[in-house]
């Protein structure tokens, strides 16, 4: 342990912990499911291409889903076994999604691809990066950002890495366990992360009601004997192991919204993350299971190594839900939600189950006025002024909510959790970024159709007037005629209509020139303003990305055409 | 189905009011030994007009009345309309008071959290300007002759004579105003049994209650350290600087900061959280405002005593001064801490 200063975060709660019900239960394999179900779909950006069919037989870890698009990682089979299919199931999230799943049946003989550990200190950086993509490398502690993106260093580089320990929601205990049984593979993971970020400092923080974990890390490094590995009691305050709350306390330095740690020098990965790069780089193995805790009303709560697809309905039995269960939360109390369907597999982001009871998670009581006490405001670790933003919400004043800030909002839930008047401000919050962005997307929907249409009246603009110049240039041939005539045929009665002609025609070129140009200018002004706006990775694209785009557009209406007979009805 | 966070404290409206009720029992209780049971009347009678405006006014507007009448807002407002009217005043003026402040300064301006201005001080107001005599009729410290006091109150023929004495402020006012006075504040503090060793005679144990209460409210986190720091160091501070400039006209700190509505003002009706700044440099201008407006009003001013108008005062300015002191967001402040290691 180091004696170095922590700094604090503002704001924070402390909810009563619960966690004793598991963290004295020691992480147990769960049993191999009757069938696993993994999602292709990774975040709302990134979904893995299937490589797998109905009816193909897979290895143990062997990759089923390439990773595709920047977000993305690639996706394995978690067990050797049969796939029955590759169609739409229910995900765990809270509205229900339903989204593109292998469905894999184990044959129960665990037979594994050929492992080979990775050899990174001959690896380029990016091919290190590549390799942790490959193996499927997410945060464990439940946002499932892919680690290689934060493996990549900014301008500033990489001088500090981060172990979060800190699990600060109510209930959850993997990490936990995962500290005291498994600390010097963690750390193991840690110094490789080091090595390739060439960061010079790796700062543990765990919060301090987790004595033993901070024993047994603590313990682990001076085993290990590595240099510059510090391991820090940070107070057990919600949410301290938020990312940027953690890195505010062990280096001060304050990440603000849309920035990420690299700007600043920092990066934060959950101890579960280190773990699972650990296993990759010395054993080849890619990230298959997870810690997760099953808890809450439960009869027997504990910990417990889950493959990733297996479905919740299939693990609870490990716990013993008791009889007044009424529904179950995915996370934790704070920022978890409840699970709209029991079929979902668990993911890389379950890190605990809890059973929810009545009794337990009352319903929440109706909400009264806000009387401007300012508790929320002052437990808000964003230093947001919450019943303000909520007064702009409510009133769907969004330009406002955005001035004060609603983007900084962690969605940590303590001000809904102090506010006496019982108003569920987050909900408010969610509601108004949603808003926002579907304004925007709105927004440039409606840009890009104002750019068609101004663009379709510049052509029926451009088509009239090339019709104007086609009647001009037939009416000067005509008049050319009539002239040629009336010379062949002097003082007949044509001679007016000649003169009449020559009138009316002669000032026409000048005026269509200059229509012309004023056309073209126009013209030339939509088609700079459409470079303007086109994305530019579609810009400049060497013959190989254009056939890889092809390809993915491709591979893409056949996931389409694979996804559409499961897809529901009103879909 | 809901969402996160499933669980929240048992923090109410009525838990938060009920200890502001209970944090001003010990300032009741010196009040009662100093001016007798009068006030546990002159309480009673407020809580039950506003409860019953209360009731009346959620029916009116369609509100669920059982949820909001027990929230104990108007219990709250009620009694500091009864401390801070004078405990022999007819029954009917604190009604009417208080009806003022459920009924207009509450409800019409949309009920619970939206009142704008603080509605016992409001009521305070306009009853001192609608009646003025009967606002300033104050018993003599010491006074607790509850037979008496309850003739006061409800008696047809009021004969008040023995009972009412000036306050000390009134006194104090009212003697260094006069024409070619010789009085100084040193004379007439000395003299008489108006004043106490270090305020008002009696009044300066009330405060010292009202103090110890609102140390309970920071200590139970209801309130901030800012509102009551800001008012009680802005009245010392002006105050004391007066009084050395000239100390014969200008009474010192200790005497305002124990004297009248100072300490129920800044423990109690400064800190009212829907009718004052919120931020918390807000809370220091907002706080520091009615401190430096009171001392103005009590120094110069043609009322005895300035909280009330002063809090309206500094309500007005709320909107701008939150506006202006929106604290800064986590990270888009100057980097408190240092580079990483
Ligand atoms: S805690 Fe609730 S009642 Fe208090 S200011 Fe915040 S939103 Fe309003
Ligand atoms: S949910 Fe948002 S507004 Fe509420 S305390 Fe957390 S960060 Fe602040």
């Known amino acids: 342990m180091s004696l170095s200063t922590l700094f604090r975060f503002k704001g924070g709660i402390k909810p009563e912990a619960h966690k004793d019900a598991s963290a004295g239960i020691p992480i147990a394999p769960a049993p191999l499911p009757s069938r696993l179900v993994i999602p292709l779909r990774q975040n709302a950006r990134a979904t893995a291409r299937p490589l797998v069919e109905a009816g193909q037989r897979v290895l143990k870890g062997q990759i089923i889903g390439a990773a595709e698009g920047t977000l993305a990682t690639a996706v394995h089979a978690p067990t050797s076994g049969l796939v029955r299919a590759v169609e739409m199931a229910p995900v765990p999230h809270p509205s229900g999604l339903e989204a593109l799943c292998v469905i894999i049946e184990p044959d129960g003989d665990e037979r594994w691809i050929d492992l080979q550990p990775f050899d990174h200190r001959n690896a380029s950086p990016q091919r290190i990066r590549d390799y942790l993509r490959d193996c499927g490398i997410v945060g464990l502690g439940g946002a499932n950002f892919p680690s290689h993106i934060k493996l990549t260093p900014g301008e500033a580089g990489i001088r500090t890495l981060i172990l979060n320990g800190g699990e600060c929601e109510p209930w959850i205990t993997c990490d936990d366990r995962l500290m005291r049984e498994r600390a010097e593979r963690i750390l193991g993971g840690a110094l490789i992360m080091r090595e390739i970020t ?225 108003i569920r401000l987050v909900d408010y919050f969610r509601y108004a970024k949603g808003e926002i962005w579907a304004r925007e997307r709105e927004k440039s929907a409606a840009d890009a159709a104002r750019e068609r249409f101004e663009f379709r009246n510049l052509r029926t603009e451009r088509e009239k007037q090339e019709k104007a110049e086609r009647l001009a240039a037939k009416t000067a041939a005509g008049r050319e005629a009539v002239a040629r005539a009336a010379a062949a045929a002097p003082a007949t009665a044509s001679a007016p209509t000649a003169a009449t002609v020559a009138t009316a025609s002669a000032p026409q070129p000048r005026a269509a020139d200059a229509t012309k140009a004023l056309i073209q200018a126009a013209l030339d002004r939509a088609k700079a303003q459409k470079a303007a706006v086109t994305p530019r990775n579609t810009d400049n694209l060497t013959a190989e990305q254009k056939a890889e785009i092809a390809e993915i557009e491709a591979r893409r209406a056949k996931i389409r055409e694979m996804a559409r007979p499961h897809t529901p009805p009103d879909e | ?221 209801i309130i901030t350290w800012h509102v009551p720091v800001a008012f009680l160091a802005t009245l010392a501070l002006v105050a004391g600087a007066f009084s050395l400039g000239g100390p014969d006209k200008f009474p010192g700190p200790t005497f305002h900061l124990f004297t009248g509505g100072a300490m129920l003002g800044a423990f109690f009706i400064a800190t009212d959280p829907v009718s004052g700044a919120t931020t918390p440099r807000g809370k220091l201008i907002f706080a520091a405002g009615i401190a430096l407006l009171t001392w103005i009003i009590r120094s110069f001013g043609g009322y005895p005593d300035g909280v009330a108008f002063a809090t309206l005062l500094m309500n007005i300015c709320v909107p701008i001064i939150d506006m202006k002191t929106q604290p800064s967001v986590f990270g888009h402040k100057r980097q408190s801490g240092g580079d990483a290691p």
């Open chain 1, 198 to 422: 060439g960061a010079s400092h790796i700062l543990v923080g765990i919060e301090d009601n987790k004595p033993e974990a901070v024993q047994a890390m603590s313990a682990a490094a001076s085993r290990l004997g590595a240099e510059g590995v510090t391991v820090h009691a940070v107070p057990a305050l919600y949410p301290a192991g938020g990312e940027k709350q953690l890195i505010r306390v062990l280096t001060g330095v304050e990440i603000p919204y849309g920035k990420l740690g690299t700007h600043f020098g920092v990066q934060c990965f959950n101890v579960g993350t280190a773990y699972a790069i650990h296993r990759a780089i010395t054993c080849g193995e890619p990230l298959l299971s997870r810690i997760l805790t099953l808890t809450g009303n439960m009869a027997r709560p504990g910990n417990f190594e889950v493959l990733i697809g297996t479905p919740i309905r299939e693990l609870l039995p490990l716990a013993d839900p008791r009889p007044d269960t009424d529904h179950f939360l995915m996370g934790g109390p704070m920022m978890g939600f409840a699970l709209p369907s029991l079929s979902a597999p668990v993911v890389k982001a379950t890190n605990c189950i809890i059973a929810a009871s009545p009794a337990l998670f009352p319903p929440p009581p109706p909400e009264m006025p806000c009387i401007r006490c300012g508790a929320c405001a002052q437990v808000c670790p964003a230093e947001l002024q919450p019943f303000e933003l909520y007064w702009h919400a409510r009133a769907k004043n969004l330009g406002k909510a955005q001035e004060y800030h609603v983007f900084d909002c962690i969605e940590c839930g303590c001000c809904a959790y102090v506010c006496p008047s019982r």
């Open chain 2, 1 to 221: 189905m809901n969402n996160s966070p499933f669980i929240r404290k048992p923090a109410t409206v009525r838990g938060v009011m009920l200890q502001v009720l209970a944090a001003l029992l010990p300032g009741i209780a010196a009040y009662v030994w100093f001016f007798g049971a009068a006030i546990l009347v002159q309480i009673a009678l407020a809580s039950a007009a506003a409860l019953a405006a209360e009731a009346v006014m959620l029916r009116l507007r369609g509100r669920p009345v059982g949820m909001f009448v027990s929230d104990g807002s108007a219990v709250v407002t009620a009694w500091l309309i009864a401390l801070t009217f004078p405990p022999i005043a007819p029954w009917w003026l604190v009604v009417a008071g208080t009806l003022l402040a459920i009924v207009v300064a509450k409800h019409l301006y949309g009920g619970l959290g939206q009142n704008p201005f603080n509605p016992a001080m409001a009521a305070f107001c306009a009853m001192i300007v609608a009646y003025p005599q009967l606002m300033t009729q104050w018993p003599a410290a010491g006074f607790t002759d509850f037979g008496a006091e309850l003739q006061a109150i409800f008696g047809a023929d009021r004969r008040l004579d023995a009972i009412v004495m000036a306050t000390p402020l009134d006194s104090l006012r009212t003697v260094l105003r006069l024409p070619d006075t010789r009085a100084t504040v040193a004379g007439i503090l000395g003299s008489g049994a108006t004043f106490g060793n270090i305020g008002g005679k009696g009044w300066e144990w009330v405060a010292l209650g009202y103090f110890v209460g609102g140390a309970w409210l920071l200590w139970r986190r």
